[in-house]
């Protein structure tokens, strides 16, 4: 079976895209799994720069074709921040999710609701020659000041989704993977991985 590299150290990110590539005949690797140990610095001013640093470090370190996504929350109100540096958002040293969070809601509280706002993703998908391709998904919808839904990771139980009053965390994983960001991008990379993979 054809191994693809997902370059990521997230189990959540990872169980997301098994379940939307569970219909190609592929065997979903990470970089634990191969004992690589890469630090790629996200230096790129655009989602895709990011992604493409990581899935072609990777791809050239294993050998593998590799998979990298880059993806951020944009709220209007505050000109599309976080954006890029979303999983970096709080000052405090070594922040969790809720802490991203909090500071998220606290820069939003003088700005009058709704707060519109929208996830975005670009993947990169990367074959050890260096050749890159890409991938986009956005999913619209707006931040609320209450989190809501075990599921998820990040922003997801305070970003709720345009015509469906459900939080990100509060979807099941089919559902999630119909309408998210992520599985929109990977919707639309399934063409690509196929013609690079000779599927």
Not at 72 to 96: F, H, N, T
Request: glycine share 10%; charged share 25%.
């Amino acid at each position: 079976m054809l191994k693809l590299l997902i370059a990521t150290g997230n189990r959540g990110k990872l169980r997301e895209l098994e379940a939307l590539l569970k219909d190609l005949d592929l065997e979903l690797v990470m970089p634990k799994d191969l004992g690589l140990t890469l630090e790629v610095e996200e230096t790129g001013s655009t989602y895709a720069e990011n992604a493409a640093l990581k899935a072609r470090a990777f791809a050239q370190a294993s050998g593998l074709v590799s998979l990298a996504d880059d993806s951020g929350l944009e709220v209007e109100a505050l000109g599309g921040a976080p954006g890029l540096y979303s999983a970096r958002y709080s000052p405090l040293p070594g922040a969790s999710d809720s802490d991203r969070r909090a500071y998220l809601l606290q820069n939003l509280r003088a700005h009058p609701r709704p707060w519109t706002a929208r996830f975005h993703a670009t993947i990169a998908i990367a074959a050890p020659d260096g050749r890159v391709r890409f991938a986009e998904g956005i999913c619209p919808g707006e931040i609320i000041p209450e989190a809501r839904g075990m599921g998820g990771f990040g922003y997801d139980p305070i970003f709720m989704l345009d015509d469906l009053g459900k939080t990100m965390a509060e979807l099941g994983m089919d559902e999630k993977n119909r309408l998210s960001h992520r599985a929109r991008a990977v919707q639309a990379a399934i063409p690509v991985l196929k013609e690079i993979l000779g599927l």
